[in-house]
């Protein structure tokens, strides 16, 4: 099970990379843009806090195979182990032939169906990227469509895999993975969701609470 973080937020990398057992970041056009830098200098920055084992995405901004490809080379100058994201259109799916035949490994992005996603496998994309809560806010059903994309590269493409994006609940996620995603990625909203309930806190200040109505400190 690979896990992600979906952002460039440089300050929640470096908070949450401790906590989460993350296999790297994710990024898309609209992350990049947000955090106002250039790409070359962003992603180099990412990758060197990071460090050398962990994965870094992002993705190409041209509609056509041949300006796709070039892109793509250019972002891999300068993150050489980069995944390179290429959405699932028609001239998407020339590039992520051509750069697998290439050797370079690719994401298959913005997928709203299982057979997209399925066609960008068969190219040879190693990772595809179903849109979970964007598919349900457009009247679909994600679980449905990633059970199926999940199950269509069990029996076709085990060497690609489903690596689910766009979540707004950890409801979502947990969903993916119990349908047999191997990877998602996570908003940072998203992650810390997971690991801060008031619940729990409230649960551990009574133990404290307990504790100290007897023993009049925390230690041993």
């Known amino acids: 099970m690979e896990l992600y973080l979906d952002t460039a937020d440089i ?8 906590i989460l057992p993350i296999k790297g970041v994710t ?18 920055e990412l990758q060197y806090i990071l460090g050398p084992d962990k994965l870094l995405f992002a993705q190409v901004l041209s509609s056509c195979a041949k300006e796709m490809i070039k892109e793509s080379e250019q972002l891999r ?6 995944i390179t994201k290429i959405p699932v259109t028609a001239e998407g799916l020339v590039a992520i032939k051509e750069l697998a035949q290439q050797g370079i ?8 169906g299982a057979g997209q996603g399925f066609l960008a496998a068969l190219a040879g994309a190693k990772y595809i990227a179903p849109y979970v809560n964007r598919i349900d806010a457009q ?26 994006a766009s979540f707004r609940t950890p409801r979502q996620a947990l969903d993916c993975m119990l349908a047999g995603c191997k990877a998602i990625t996570l908003p940072v909203d998203v992650a810390e969701l997971f690991i801060s309930d008031p619940a729990v806190d409230a ?11 007897v023993f009049g400190a925390l230690a041993f």
């Open 11 to 18: 300050a929640a990398i470096k908070r949450l990379a401790p």
């Open 27 to 44: 990024t898309n056009p609209s992350i990049v843009a947000k955090s106002g830098r250039s790409i070359f200098t962003l992603l180099a």
């Open 77 to 82: 100058k300068s993150v050489p182990n980069l």
């Open 105 to 112: 490994p690719t994401l298959g992005t913005a997928v709203y």
């Open 139 to 164: 009247g679909g059903n994600s679980k449905d469509t990633v059970l199926e994309l999940q199950k269509l590269l069990d029996l076709h493409c085990p060497q690609s895999m489903v690596l689910a």
């Open 203 to 213: 649960a551990i200040a009574k133990f404290d609470q307990d504790w100290c109505g």
